[in-house]
């Protein structure tokens, strides 16, 4: 996530995820993942426990 | 199984065992044999990666704990992606840049060699252990299918994985392993879906979840804060996310397969990969579980899953009481069975007050059936001392062999032994590359060129996959196959993460403190568990805070002391 001194990315700081291009967004989206699966397995608990 | 059955396993297993000693044929130096080419993709490192965790026991045993306890083992895995992320920032560019071969190359540089050796034996020895465990998964599936004695099926499966390993290396793991998992998932897959259509037609999905709420299989999260309580959400995300980050970057079998990317890029989406879907694929195979559980609501269980054992037993002094027991036990299912047909009835037509009394008689009579199997399960015991009683990793097989339509079954065996194959040829590789690269190379034999030492690291494969067939053929377990593994894992992964920990962020900490803080951490860990009754996942927690404290008040005594020895290491 740093950049070389002539101001151009580095090859491995673009993800080439399209819509997520840093990767501090795409931890952002792994953690988002993370709050939606915990949130579908207590709602299956909710509901039939 | 039938002929057709046979054909499809071997054909699958010979196609995937082959291919992979085909793509592999002209490997001859050691970075490539330990590491692969260094070109793979995100996605085949994200397949390799989960396939090396997901083993046949997660396949295999897992659906059996969904069955027993519910979804609350998922609990376990929480932590998971919070420690793949600080993996990725942290721990994956560093041993990139550093080029190394094994994690434990790495703390010798930073430390000195006996630190190196130290992280060198501690995994060995975790990993070595757990290879055991692991090896039992394929040959419970065999001795099930086969009817063969368990221990003839654990040599077959042994030589069966030193043979493919020791042939490829790393890569033969890598360029199969999504083959592999293709096969896995549609296998599992097929099974779920199968699984649902042969429930009663009446039952509608809401009414499965409802009846497997109503046994408690649907309990995924507890808030609770206790210790003694083996999986809670607390546990989970602290204890879990040592785990994770202990066996994602500091033991050889993971760190091998994600350094091997083609870039840092692909390798952090790899780990990312894995981030996203762990939860969820476990989530998945314990709902398999407990729709298990449903099922066999409906069609009369085994008293004792593990059939093989049983047929044993009912035919020897016990033969009696076992029968006796069997009856009993198919009567009181039939009751159980009965009270779940009213509460059924009495849930369509929504009558609330005759919902939860019969549910409560169903709950009562399973508990009786319950006490059943534990009569069985101890006079099975008297009968052989050695065999465990723990039946749950054979639920699943028994479902697979008995419901499933024939070349499916073939299928899903095929699925089990190729995720052995492929879990356990990571762990032989990460094994004989690390006793090659830390112990043989370092110490023994610096001069000697990379042909030698892929010869060596080939023979060191071969021994570790004997050490555990030689475990797995005298060890006893009382825990089912996958807690089993995250046991041994759990004591020994807190000590090794914490040295990495140390390495990475205590700058000022030298050899001789992070070395002697490992062995006492080791230790303590060692005492504990022997004396507490805590969830084994906090001794992740324990074996790295101690390790990282101790190295860092062992470091401010050795700075406080005068003289040119202040600092060693």
């Given at each position: 996530?740093?950049?070389?001194s002539d101001?151009?990315?580095?090859?491995?700081?673009?993800?080439?995820?399209?819509g997520?291009?840093?990767?501090?967004r795409?931890?952002?989206?792994?953690?988002?993942?993370?709050?939606?699966?915990?949130?579908l397995?207590?709602?299956?608990?909710?509901?039939?426990? | 199984?039938?002929?057709?059955d046979?054909?499809?396993l071997f054909?699958?297993?010979?196609?995937i065992?082959?291919?992979?000693?085909w793509?592999?044929?002209?490997?001859r130096?050691?970075?490539?044999?330990?590491?692969g080419?260094g070109?793979?993709?995100?996605?085949?490192?994200?397949?390799s990666?989960?396939?090396t965790?997901a083993?046949?026991?997660?396949?295999?045993?897992t659906?059996?704990?969904?069955?027993?306890?519910?979804?609350?083992?998922?609990?376990?895995?929480?932590?998971?992606?919070?420690?793949?992320?600080l993996?990725?920032?942290?721990?994956?560019p560093?041993?990139?840049?550093l080029?190394?071969?094994t994690?434990?190359?790495?703390?010798?540089?930073?430390?000195?060699?006996?630190?190196?050796?130290?992280?060198?034996?501690?995994?060995?020895?975790?990993?070595?252990?757990?290879?055991?465990?692991?090896?039992?998964?394929?040959?419970?599936?065999?001795?099930?299918?086969?009817?063969?004695?368990?221990?003839?099926?654990?040599?077959?499966?042994s030589?069966?994985?030193?043979?493919?390993?020791v042939?490829?290396g790393s890569?033969?793991?890598?360029?199969?392993?999504?083959?592999?998992m293709?096969?896995?998932?549609?296998?599992?897959a097929l099974a779920?879906?199968?699984?649902l259509?042969?429930?009663?037609?009446a039952l509608?999905?809401?009414d499965?979840?409802?009846?497997?709420?109503?046994f408690?299989?649907?309990?995924?999260?507890?808030?609770?804060?206790?210790?003694?309580?083996?999986?809670?959400?607390?546990?989970?995300?602290?204890?879990?996310?040592f785990?994770?980050?202990s066996?994602?970057?500091?033991?050889?079998?993971?760190?091998q397969?994600y350094v091997?990317?083609?870039?840092?890029r692909?390798s952090?989406?790899g780990?990312m990969f894995?981030?996203?879907?762990k939860?969820?694929m476990?989530?998945?195979?314990?709902?398999l579980?407990?729709?298990?559980?449903?099922?066999?609501?409906?069609?009369?269980?085994p008293?004792?899953?593990?059939t093989?054992?049983?047929?044993?037993?009912?035919?020897?002094?016990h033969?009696a009481?076992?029968?006796?027991?069997?009856?009993d036990?198919?009567?009181?299912?039939a009751?159980?069975?009965?009270?779940?047909?009213?509460?059924?009835?009495?849930?369509?037509?929504?009558?609330?007050?005759?919902e939860?009394?019969?549910?409560?008689d169903?709950?009562?009579?399973?508990?009786?059936?319950?006490?059943?199997?534990?009569?069985?399960?101890?006079?099975?015991?008297?009968?052989?001392?050695?065999?465990?009683t723990?039946?749950?990793?054979?639920?699943?097989i028994?479902f697979?062999?008995?419901?499933l339509?024939?070349?499916?079954?073939?299928?899903?065996?095929?699925?089990?032994?190729?995720?052995?194959?492929?879990?356990?040829?990571?762990?032989?590789?990460?094994?004989?590359?690390?006793?090659?690269?830390?112990?043989?190379?370092?110490?023994?034999r610096r001069?000697?060129?990379d042909?030698?030492?892929?010869?060596?690291?080939?023979?060191?494969?071969a021994?570790?996959?004997?050490?555990?067939m030689?475990?797995?053929l005298f060890a006893?377990?009382?825990?089912?196959?996958?807690?089993?593994v995250?046991i041994?894992?759990?004591?020994f992964?807190?000590?090794?993460?914490g040295l990495?920990?140390?390495?990475?962020?205590?700058?000022?900490?030298?050899?001789?403190a992070?070395?002697?803080?490992?062995?006492?951490s080791q230790?303590?860990?060692?005492?504990l568990f022997?004396t507490?009754?805590?969830?084994?996942?906090?001794?992740?927690?324990?074996?790295?805070?101690?390790?990282?404290?101790l190295?860092?008040?062992?470091q401010?005594i050795?700075?406080?002391?005068?003289?040119?020895?202040?600092?060693?290491?």
């Amino acid at each position: 996530m740093t950049t070389p001194s002539d101001g151009r990315p580095r090859p491995d700081d673009d993800t080439g995820v399209p819509g997520v291009r840093t990767w501090t967004r795409v931890y952002v989206v792994v953690i988002g993942s993370f709050v939606l699966w915990i949130a579908l397995l207590s709602t299956l608990m909710l509901v039939y426990s | 199984m039938n002929g057709a059955d046979y054909a499809v396993l071997f054909g699958v297993l010979l196609g995937i065992a082959g291919y992979g000693m085909w793509r592999t044929r002209h490997r001859r130096d050691l970075s490539t044999y330990v590491k692969g080419h260094g070109t793979s993709r995100w996605l085949v490192i994200g397949l390799s990666v989960m396939a090396t965790q997901a083993s046949a026991i997660t396949f295999l045993s897992t659906p059996g704990q969904g069955y027993t306890d519910g979804l609350g083992f998922v609990q376990n895995y929480f932590g998971a992606p919070f420690a793949l992320i600080l993996i990725s920032i942290v721990f994956l560019p560093m041993y990139r840049r550093l080029g190394i071969h094994t994690v434990y190359e790495f703390l010798g540089q930073r430390f000195d060699s006996k630190t190196r050796l130290l992280g060198a034996v501690i995994f060995l020895v975790q990993r070595g252990l757990g290879a055991g465990i692991t090896i039992y998964a394929p040959a419970i599936v065999l001795s099930t299918v086969l009817g063969w004695p368990l221990s003839l099926t654990i040599v077959c499966c042994s030589t069966l994985v030193i043979l493919y390993t020791v042939s490829g290396g790393s890569e033969a793991v890598s360029v199969t392993q999504t083959w592999q998992m293709a096969i896995i998932f549609t296998g599992m897959a097929l099974a779920f879906v199968i699984l649902l259509r042969e429930l009663p037609p009446a039952l509608t999905m809401s009414d499965t979840l409802a009846l497997a709420g109503a046994f408690r299989k649907l309990r995924a999260i507890d808030f609770s804060v206790n210790l003694h309580e083996r999986y809670t959400f607390w546990s989970g995300m602290l204890g879990g996310m040592f785990l994770a980050l202990s066996y994602f970057g500091a033991d050889q079998s993971q760190v091998q397969r994600y350094v091997s990317g083609a870039s840092l890029r692909e390798s952090r989406l790899g780990l990312m990969f894995n981030a996203v879907w762990k939860i969820p694929m476990q989530a998945g195979i314990l709902l398999l579980g407990a729709l298990l559980f449903v099922f066999y609501q409906f069609q009369a269980p085994p008293i004792f899953f593990n059939t093989v054992a049983w047929q044993q037993q009912a035919s020897g002094p016990h033969a009696a009481a076992l029968q006796t027991l069997e009856a009993d036990y198919a009567r009181t299912h039939a009751e159980t069975r009965a009270s779940i047909d009213t509460w059924l009835a009495a849930r369509q037509r929504q009558d609330t007050a005759a919902e939860a009394a019969a549910i409560q008689d169903a709950q009562a009579s399973r508990a009786r059936g319950e006490q059943l199997r534990d009569q069985a399960k101890a006079i099975l015991k008297q009968g052989a001392p050695r065999l465990s009683t723990n039946d749950a990793d054979y639920v699943f097989i028994t479902f697979v062999l008995h419901q499933l339509p024939h070349g499916l079954i073939g299928l899903l065996v095929a699925a089990f032994l190729a995720a052995a194959l492929q879990s356990k040829s990571a762990e032989l590789t990460a094994l004989g590359a690390t006793t090659t690269v830390d112990f043989y190379r370092h110490i023994l034999r610096r001069e000697a060129g990379d042909e030698h030492h892929v010869r060596a690291t080939r023979w060191f494969t071969a021994f570790w996959g004997i050490v555990a067939m030689s475990f797995a053929l005298f060890a006893s377990m009382s825990e089912n196959l996958i807690q089993a593994v995250n046991i041994v894992g759990s004591i020994f992964y807190g000590v090794a993460l914490g040295l990495v920990l140390v390495a990475f962020f205590a700058k000022r900490v030298q050899g001789t403190a992070v070395f002697w803080a490992g062995v006492a951490s080791q230790l303590l860990v060692f005492v504990l568990f022997a004396t507490l009754e805590i969830s084994y996942l906090w001794y992740n927690v324990i074996g790295c805070g101690a390790c990282v404290l101790l190295s860092l008040a062992l470091q401010a005594i050795v700075d406080r002391r005068p003289g040119p020895s202040s600092l060693p290491g």
